[in-house]
Structures are given as C-alpha cells and as structure tokens.
C-alpha cells in the first residue's frame, strides 16, 4: 500500500507530469467560458422577457386607447408592424378577448415566420460530446423551464394558458415554453387590457429564443473546438518540453548515477552535452567538476606516493644506522651513525614542513589578505640580508620607480627568496646572481641569473616538479634540499596569476623569470 | 675462508645509506668502494668490475636500471641487488628482466642485506666451482629440487635461475605441499627481518616464479592460487 501511495507520489512529482498538469490546467479557461455564456444565456432570456414584456404593454395601451376595441386591434397590430418593420417579425403579437378568443394576430398580416432550421451547432456531434461531458453543470439550470407542449396555442379555439389567464385576471403573466422538438425556448407574455377598472383583453406578445439560442451554441461550439485543440497542443507542447528538459536532466541523473561505484568512489565522468541550452550549461559544468575532483584524487594519490617515498630514504638510512648503532662499540663509530640519525631526522622534519606547506598554499592563497607590495623595496631587503651568506655575491639592477603587486609579502618574499637560494646554491664559489627587475604597467618582471651548470634540457621541465632535486656536485648533505622549494615557489606565482619559467644562459648558468601582474 | 678479499660497489645517491651500507659490509670482511650515481659508478668498474653489486635505482645522470644493464652486457655471472623504494619501482623493476638476483625494499634491513650478500657469493662459488660436493641432500618434492645451502632450484634436473627472494618464498611452499600460505606468511618468509612490502609486492613475485617455472616447462602448475587466502604448493 505504502509503495504504490509513493510510487504515486513520485509520479505526480515529475516534472514531466506537472508541465502536462500545467499546460492543461491553462486548456481549462475556455471552459470557464463556456459557464458564463451559461449565465449570459439567462441574462439573455430575462432581457427579452422584459423586451416582450414592454410591447404587450404597448399593445394592450394602445387597444385600451381606442373607441372600438376590437376593429381597432388589428389596425393597431398592422401599424405597430409597420413601425416595429423586421424586430416585430419574430415577436407574436395576439389580442386576446376575455374569453379567450384571438382577436387579432400579427401572424395573420405577415404570415407565420419561416420554420425553425435545425440548429446545426446543437446536431454537432463535437457538441453533444460537450453537452454530455457537461451536463452536470447544466441540471439545476434545465429543470427551470416549465416542461409545456411547443407552440402551446397553435391548435387551440382559446387560448387560455397561465400567463393568459392571469393577464384576464387582471396581472401581467409570463411562461417560458419548450418547443415540442426541444430545439427552443420560446417566451409568452400576456398584458390585461383595461378600460378603466375593467379588463376587457389581454395582449400576448410571444417570441422564440431560436435565433438567440443558436448563435450562442455556435459560440459554444466554437469554444468547444478550441478547448480540443488545446488539449492536443497541451499535450504535444508537455511532450516536447518533457524532451528537451526533463529527458536530458534524466540523462544526467543516469551518468551521476554511473559515476560513483558502490563503494562511493569515482568511477567515470560526465560526458557533457552539445547542448547549448541551460541543461547543456549544466552536464558540462558537471563535467568538468567531475573531470577536476578526478584530477584531485589523481593528484593526492601521486602526492601520497611521492611522500611516502621520499620517506623511505631518510627511513632506509636511520634503519640501517641504528642497526649499526646496535653492533657498534667504538665510540667514534657511535656518535657517526647517531650523528647520521640526526640528520636524517633533520630531513624529514624539513620534508614533513614542505609537504605540510605545499598542500596548505591553495587554501591560504584564497584567504590571505592581499596588500599592495613594492617588489623594489623588497628584493633591496632580502639581497640585504643575503649579502652577509657565503662567498657569493648578489647584483640587483632595479628601476628608479617603485614596482608594486597585490600580494602577502610573506609569500613574495618565500619566493624570492627560495629562488635566490637556489641560484647561489648552484652558483659557483666567487659566482655573482645577477637580480633585474623590470616593470610596466601590467606586468613585474623578476629575473635571477646565475653563474651555476645550468639545467638540462631534459629537466627544464621538471625543476618545479616536487621532490625533483639535481644537484650533480652532490657535496652540500641532502637534508637542506627536499626538492620542494621551487614546487612551493610555482604554485605561489601560480596562485597570484604570474609565472615562472627556467631557462638556461648563453654564456652558461640558469636563469628564472618570474613574472607577476602588477597591482 | 676468502683467499682473495671480494670488492662490493654500492651505488646510491643517499650518502647516510652509503656509509652505512659500506661500513656494515667493510665489518664483515669486504671491500667496499662507495658511488653517488650510475655515472660515476660506471668510470670506474667499466675497467675492473666488483665481485658484487648494490644499486639503488632512482640516480641523477645514469640510473639503476641502466648501470645493471651495462653491467650485465659485461658478466652474465655477477650477482646484482637491487634497492627500491616504491611498491611501484618494484613492479617496473620486476618486469624489466634486468636479471638482478635480488631485490630489497626500502627502507630494508642492514642484517637482510648483510644474509643476502652472502648467499649471493656462496651461491656465484658453486657456479664458478660446479664440482664442489654437496654437503647436504636436496629437498626433493616430485620434478623439483631445493638445494638449501646455495639457494639454487631444479626443476627436472634443469637449473631454474631465482632470486633469493622468490628461492624463499617457493622454499616456505614447497615445505608443507597443499598447505595454504597467506601472503603475510610470504613476506615473512621472503623477507625475514622485517623489511615492509605490500601484498601486491608478493604477487608479483609469486606471477615471476611461474614464469619463470613455465620457460623450464609449459605444463607448471603446481603453485595455486586461493583466492582471498593466498597460494599453495600441490605436487
């Protein structure tokens, strides 16, 4: 029970399903329609109620009026029909004498009107599907008309229906009669015809709601045939949009679904569509956030690989030296291998720092706060600070003006610096590290040159890959080089929009230029 | 025992290892001469090759991988170790066919080092002097033959080259035929002090061995595989 209860739930939940309910619900307003002309319809009745109304009135005046009622009657309905011209045509005017007898007819001067065609409108089958669908609607409104037999007086000597005798009695009277075809409705109403407090007639005035009638069903099958349309339209219309929205998007679905395995993992990605519409927008924005966190994964699991087995040297040596320790007993020995610990233990700490600060830049980049650096000014610092080191000398060739990036000048200065240390670590004894810096108004221009070996071809490359360390006079111990230094220098120049970029020196040495956009 | 003192190169660019290594041998009555990389190794036993050689495989200028090769184009005889530091490396190494004799992970233990040096030379003695006499039976299971002293394997009276690793490991099988050895139970067999491999590592070894049972015959199936426990030897 429960499961159909939600399977139903889910179906009504489409998005397919609630376009169609949408699109048919709109459908729905001609029908609407179709119920007011239901009460237009009565509008209609009681306006020519009351039109009839209005000339039996004028009739019975205008018999009451005259000095011999009953010649006079005819010559009153033969210049009312004169006056009335085509209107009077379908109104039936009738003067009655007080025992029920036709005095005079207007039939009698015009003929009786032509015969009812059959209303084509109501023979429609279109329509009588409708009237059929919607006669509930229509029961309380049928039951009004009084069920009587069609042109009620046509075959009477007198005629005495209710509203005649009431008009005899002295009342105005009215009756709605149906046709005996049921086609029409046509309206009675009958005026008393006094002289003085005496009523000596009654005027009838009838008219068949027929014309009316029918222009209204033809409206009503108008209507009706375009509410069938609409539904045809509706439909087609959901079905489309259903294809082009709701298909894709269960494409989509489908692909999420494939891409994660069982185990929650990253198994393929999201194809993308050609599509250029707002679900094409959407697959290749999931394709490529699939395609980026793939990369991700891929990128920590070489990372972890590449750690793990940067740490395995250092492990390797600390092993075998305490082994050593272990079956060691001459103290110089001793404090050799322990001295080998330390230093190795130095390594991977200086490794557990760089690692720690590679994969922390990203984030940090994103939320440092930036300030407005002057490059000059710092590399006249940190080249301040430098010349103090070693028997390398360092050569700074800067612009007058003050060359400024938006940066954490910690990170500009992690930079330079790294790179600094890597031109005088290759530099040879005496060696000069030429520094220029160069700006315009876009771009900051760094350049470290050194007097070193210079790069391979080969390794152009992969200077800034981690852990790569080449250092062919292998004389400095290897703790100080974890092979992060220019990896961390890429990734911060990465992450400001600049770049670097080794190359080697005509007259021999590397140069790094670093460049950043400028603030 | 050793009339001549037998020279030992060790190659890798981890001076701590080096020294370490160089001593530990030194100690144990070896020359030793030390390298930094393949290049430089290369210069110098080109002209007068050592009777042992330990390489560590990733190196500036010339590689492990490359010095082995070199080597072996000089001596199909010397034995050669190999030191890895990725389950990866080992993988490649392994498929490579260098011909080396052994394979240690890192970080590996000196004693490990040390054991398999010295059956290398017991073993490169028997080859050099085939008519020594056996001082202990072979352990004999069906067409296969252990001789536990050289670390030498036959299979129908053909010679089948292991390394010392994979002689290990097949000893622990071939010693409790149709009993199941799990693959912890290999690494402690083929690797007795320690040294840390993943089970990947095993198979690979375990893929090696039949291979290399299969060239000496085609119809080799006597080390099953049991899904999920680890293998088996059935006679």
């Not at chain 1, 009698?108 to 509930?136: C, E």
């Not at chain 1, 000398?393 to 200065?413: G, H, K, M, Q, Y």
């Not at chain 2, 981890?14 to 030390?34: C, Q, S």
């Not at chain 2, 184009?73 to 890895?84: G, V, Y």
């Amino acid at each position: 029970m429960k499961r159909i209860a939600n399977r139903i739930r889910r179906f009504l939940s489409r998005i397919s399903f609630r376009l169609m309910a949408f699109n048919l619900l709109l459908v729905f307003l001609p029908v609407a329609g179709i119920l007011y002309l239901g009460s237009y319809e009565q509008k209609l009745l009681g306006l020519q109620r009351r039109a009839l109304q209005e000339e039996a009135r004028l009739l019975a005046a205008a018999v009451a009026s005259a000095p011999v009622p009953g010649r006079a009657a005819q010559e009153i309905l033969l210049e009312r029909h004169r006056l009335r011209g085509n209107v009077t045509e379908s109104i039936r005017l009738r003067v009655i004498s007080p025992l029920g007898h036709i005095i005079a007819d207007s039939h009698s001067l015009s003929g009786p009107p032509p015969p009812q065609r059959a209303n084509r409108a109501k023979r429609n089958f279109l329509y009588r599907v409708g009237a059929y669908l919607l006669r509930p609607l229509h029961l309380s409104r049928t039951t009004e008309y009084p069920l009587a037999e069609g042109d009620y007086y046509e075959r009477s000597e007198r005629l005495l229906g209710a509203e005649v005798r009431s008009a005899l009695q002295g009342d105005s009277g009215a009756v709605e009669r149906i046709s005996p075809d049921r086609r029409s409705v046509t309206v009675y109403v009958a005026e008393p015809i006094r002289v003085g407090d005496d009523v000596i007639g009654a005027a009838l005035a009838s008219q068949s709601t027929f014309r009316i009638l029918q222009d209204l069903y033809t409206v009503r099958l108008g209507i009706l045939r375009i509410f069938i349309i609409s539904v045809i339209v509706a439909i087609i219309l959901s079905w489309l949009v259903a294809t082009t929205i709701v298909r894709p998007v269960r494409q989509l679905r489908l692909e999420a679904g494939a891409i994660l395995d069982r185990r929650g993992r990253l198994r393929g990605r999201f194809r993308g569509s050609r599509k250029h519409d707002e679900i094409g927008d959407l697959s290749r924005a999931l394709e490529r956030l699939t395609r980026r966190l793939d990369e991700h994964v891929r990128f920590i699991e070489s990372f972890a690989a590449d750690v793990s087995h940067e740490f395995k040297n250092p492990l390797a040596s600390i092993r075998t030296a305490t082994e050593m320790l272990a079956e060691v007993d001459e103290q110089e020995q001793r404090k050799r291998f322990l001295r080998m610990v330390e230093l190795e233990i130095a390594r991977m700490e200086s490794l557990l720092a760089g690692v720690r600060e590679i994969t922390m830049i990203d984030a940090q980049l994103t939320t440092e706060v930036r300030t407005r650096v002057d490059v000059r000014g710092l590399l006249e610092r940190i080249v301040e600070g430098f010349r103090l080191r070693g028997n390398v000398s360092i050569a700074l060739n800067s612009p007058p003006e003050a060359c400024e990036v938006n940066a954490s000048e910690d990170r500009l200065i992690q930079v330079f610096v790294n790179v600094l240390e890597n031109a005088i670590s290759f530099s040879p004894p005496g060696g000069v590290v030429t520094i220029t810096l160069t700006c315009d108004a876009s771009m900051i221009v760094t350049t470290i040159a050194d007097q070193g070996s210079g790069i391979a071809d080969a390794d152009l490359l992969r200077v800034f890959d981690r852990f790569f360390t080449h250092r062919p006079d292998a004389t400095r111990p290897r703790a100080s080089h974890t092979g992060l230094g220019l990896a961390i220098v890429k990734a911060i120049v990465d992450g400001y929009g600049g770049s670097i970029t080794p190359s080697n020196n005509k007259g021999g040495g590397a140069t790094f230029e670093i460049r950043l956009p400028a603030a | 025992m050793r009339r001549v003192k037998q020279t030992i190169a060790v190659v890798d660019d981890e001076e701590t290892i080096r020294e370490t290594v160089a001593f530990a041998l030194r100690r144990d009555g070896y020359d030793v001469v030390t390298f930094p990389d393949g290049g430089a190794a290369w210069d110098v036993v080109k002209d007068k090759l050592p009777s042992l050689a330990i390489l560590d495989i990733t190196m500036p200028r010339m590689d492990g991988l490359e010095l082995c090769r070199r080597l072996r184009a000089r001596s199909d005889t010397l034995p050669i170790i190999f030191l890895t530091s990725r389950d990866e490396e080992l993988d490649r190494v392994l498929g490579l066919e260098l011909g080396a004799d052994d394979y240690l992970c890192k970080p590996f233990s000196m004693r490990e080092l040390a054991a398999r040096v010295k059956v290398l030379f017991r073993r490169l003695s028997f080859i050099e002097n085939p008519s020594a006499q056996h001082a202990e039976a072979p352990l004999k299971v069906g067409a296969l033959a252990l001789d536990l002293q050289r670390y030498m394997a036959t299979w129908n009276d053909a010679r089948v080259d292991l390394t010392v690793t994979e002689f290990m490991m097949l000893h622990a099988l071939v010693r409790h035929p149709g009993h199941v050895k799990s693959r912890k139970q290999l690494t402690k067999e083929g690797y007795p002090n320690d040294t840390y491999v993943s089970d990947r590592t095993i198979d690979t070894h375990i893929k090696r061995l039949r291979r290399k049972f299969e060239e000496a015959d085609p119809a080799f199936a006597a080390i099953e595989t049991v899904y999920g426990v680890g293998y088996r030897w059935v006679a």
